[in-house]
T-cell receptor
């Protein structure tokens, strides 16, 4: 069974731009969570989607948004990029709303210049 | 006080020794506790999670939880060079209303196992 896939793997943007990241969960998994990882703040939870509905949200500004499609694929959007948004963005999928059984994808490394 | 604290390390142990990784948390209402391993340049992978006070063993790994002391640890027996990685502690607590949860990670401890 294929694992979680994320595209693109690397991305360079400039301040003020927006970016969309994509995540395809493991087949059959209906929950997708997004995380941001930086050296300074560590791994931080962004939000979780299940059955196309946002079920949980971390403490990030409204510039960070997401959505989930009927096939469970998810996208995350960051608008008006700031230098501090440079990070590794990780997606994780699980069968249900359960972090106990989530599997992480390889991540998208975003650099904001 | 940080919500989840870990010693950043590096923690260096010889091959075959027991590595002990520690984590403290501030929210007494926390319910689930997780240990992830993250190799350099890779994504985290779940090692194990624990709900109840006491020990939980899985192969060479043992998680220990003490809710009274707000402390969770991970022991790695017979450490191998392949165990060299950053170990992340995460704590799940349920928000008011019971429908949402909060998952907070520590910044991780870098473990080096020397051959």
């Amino acid at each position: 069974k294929a694992g979680v896939t994320q595209t693109p793997r690397y991305l360079i943007k400039t301040r003020g731009q927006q970016v969309t990241l994509s995540c395809s969960p493991i087949s059959g998994h209906r929950s997708v969570s997004w995380y941001q990882q930086t050296p300074g703040q560590g791994l931080q939870f962004l939000f979780e989607y299940f059955s196309e509905t946002q079920r949980n949200k971390g403490n990030f500004p409204g510039r960070f948004s997401g959505r989930q499609f009927s096939n469970s694929r998810s996208e995350m959007n960051v608008s008006t990029l700031e230098l501090g948004d440079s990070a590794l963005y990780l997606c994780a999928s699980s069968l249900t709303v359960s972090v106990e059984t989530q599997y992480f994808g390889p991540g998208t490394r975003l650099l904001v210049l | 006080q940080k919500e989840v604290e870990q010693n950043s390390g590096p923690l260096s142990v010889p091959e075959g020794a027991i590595a002990s990784l520690n984590c403290t948390y501030s929210d007494r209402g926390s319910q689930s506790f997780f240990w992830y391993r993250q190799y350099s340049g890779k994504s985290p992978e779940l090692i194990m999670f624990i709900y109840s006070n006491g020990d939980k063993e899985d192969g060479r790994f043992t998680a220990q939880l003490n809710k009274a002391s707000q402390y969770v640890s991970l022991l790695i027996r017979d450490s191998q060079p392949s165990d060299s990685a950053t170990y992340l502690c995460a704590v799940k607590s349920v928000r008011s209303g019971g429908s949402n949860y909060k998952l907070t990670f520590g910044k991780g401890t870098l473990l080096t196992v020397n051959p």
